[in-house]
T-cell receptor, first 116, second 110 residues
């Protein structure tokens, strides 16, 4: 299957700082990328959908000014958690979908964010 | 509302036994997918079954889909300790997004 690389896999940051998470599709062009958040022992919750070259679409309840998403190219999307708080500590996972009507999404390895 | 609901929430078995996980959903779907997630890791796509399919096999995996009952099952035969993970069903929602169930945590003991 296609490969999606997410970086970093783990990050610890201080409250009030910003953290950027990268999601790259390595061997295909991802017209659409998705960002999910997962709390311990819970399911994935979709945060936002990003399409290359346009603004991300955020799910209800997700603060777009706090979770900045940029999808500047067909192989890279970034999620920036701004002014992080301890309650932002979570597991963030991206997925990417190619074009051509594909229904399969490929997931990154996830990023464990801990805000102290 | 949660689209996919798996049961059981947790399942503990011995190596060699079969593990069955179920998923129910609420709305009509074109397909249903199953994913595996090892602790603290990303998701691995296991299998996709389309709405016109009733059963699908992939190695030790067998997936069934009953659209009349809006349910699916994932059977792992001859389980191994390496199968220990969380398993999620996912259904399409919106434009190519997925809605995930709450997952089943499977523990396979040697």
């Amino acid at each position: 299957g296609a490969v999606v690389s997410q970086h970093p896999s783990r990050v610890i940051c201080k409250s009030g700082t910003s953290v950027k998470i990268e999601c790259r599709s390595l061997d295909f062009q991802a017209t659409t990328m998705f960002w999910y958040r997962q709390f311990p022992k819970q399911s994935l919750m979709l945060m936002a959908t990003s399409n290359e070259g346009s603004k991300a679409t955020y799910e209800q309840g997700v603060e777009k000014d706090k979770f900045l998403i940029n999808h500047a190219s067909l192989t890279l999307s970034t999620l920036t958690v701004t002014s992080a708080h301890p309650e932002d500590s979570s597991f963030y996972i991206c997925s990417a979908r190619g074009g051509g009507g594909s229904t399969e999404a490929f997931f990154g390895q996830g990023t464990r964010l801990t805000v102290v | 509302s949660q689209q996919g609901e798996e049961d059981p929430q947790a399942l503990s078995i011995q190596e060699g036994e079969n593990a069955t996980m179920n998923c129910s959903y609420k709305t009509s779907i074109n397909n249903l997918q199953w994913y595996r997630q090892n602790s603290g890791r990303g998701l691995v796509h296991l299998i996709l079954i389309r709405s016109n399919e009733r059963e699908k096999h992939s190695g030790r995996l067998r997936v069934t889909l009953d659209t009349s009952k809006k349910s699916s099952s994932l059977l792992i035969t001859a389980s191994r300790a390496a199968d220990t993970a969380s398993y999620f069903c996912a259904t399409p929602s919106g434009y190519s997004t997925l809605t995930f169930g709450k997952g089943t945590m499977l523990l396979v003991s040697p």
